[in-house]
């Protein structure tokens, strides 16, 4: 199967040994790269921050930046640059996507202009590569 690309939650739940539909961890496991964006960095800083804690994405007592480069290294994960056609991208698809999420306007962009397939559980985005088959492929995990 070609590479995949994880979304920032199934990231987190795939680093912390959550259990995930077994169609999404068939496509993990036969993949040929697994890859995350670096805007799952920027969007781990950003949950880490909520006042109410158990809002927080649980980091295993690290700082997001360390949990982030320790899931990708125990995983072999490749992590992808945001490029300026990715930020590009990510802009002009944000009025079509309209969650008012930007993390997810550089997943979505970066899945599209590298052609993965965006392992994810987030409705919005599920929704919109229903919406639009043609230029976004994911797998529900």
Same mark, same amino acid.
């Given at each position: 199967?070609?590479? !995949?690309?994880?979304?920032?939650?199934?990231? =987190?739940?795939?680093?912390? +040994? !959550?259990?995930?539909?077994?169609?999404?961890?068939?496509?993990? $496991?036969?993949?040929?790269?697994?890859?995350?964006?670096?805007?799952? *960095?920027?969007?781990?800083? %950003?949950?880490?921050?909520?006042?109410?804690? =158990?809002?927080?994405?649980? #980091?295993?007592? #690290?700082?997001?930046? #360390?949990? %982030?480069?320790?899931?990708?290294?125990?995983? +072999?994960?490749? !992590?992808?640059? *945001?490029?300026?056609? &990715?930020?590009?991208?990510?802009?002009?698809?944000? @009025?079509?996507?309209? $969650?008012?999420?930007?993390?997810?306007?550089?997943? &979505?962009?970066?899945?599209?202009?590298?052609?993965?397939?965006? &392992?994810?559980?987030?409705?919005?985005?599920?929704?919109?590569?229903?919406?639009? @088959?043609?230029?976004?492929? *994911?797998?529900?995990?």
């Amino acid at each position: 199967m070609s590479p !995949v690309l994880f979304d920032t939650n199934s990231l =987190l739940w795939y680093g912390n +040994g !959550v259990r995930m539909r077994s169609i999404a961890s068939e496509a993990i $496991s036969n993949s040929t790269e697994l890859l995350a964006s670096a805007i799952s *960095v920027w969007e781990l800083t %950003f949950a880490d921050r909520k006042h109410h804690p =158990l809002r927080r994405p649980d #980091l295993r007592g #690290l700082t997001p930046r #360390l949990w %982030f480069d320790d899931a990708i290294s125990r995983f +072999g994960i490749t !992590v992808l640059p *945001v490029t300026t056609d &990715i930020a590009s991208e990510a802009a002009d698809i944000a @009025p079509a996507y309209g $969650s008012g999420d930007p993390g997810d306007c550089f997943l &979505i962009a970066t899945a599209h202009i590298q052609k993965l397939t965006l &392992i994810t559980r987030d409705t919005c985005i599920l929704e919109f590569a229903k919406a639009n @088959p043609d230029y976004l492929s *994911v797998i529900k995990c």
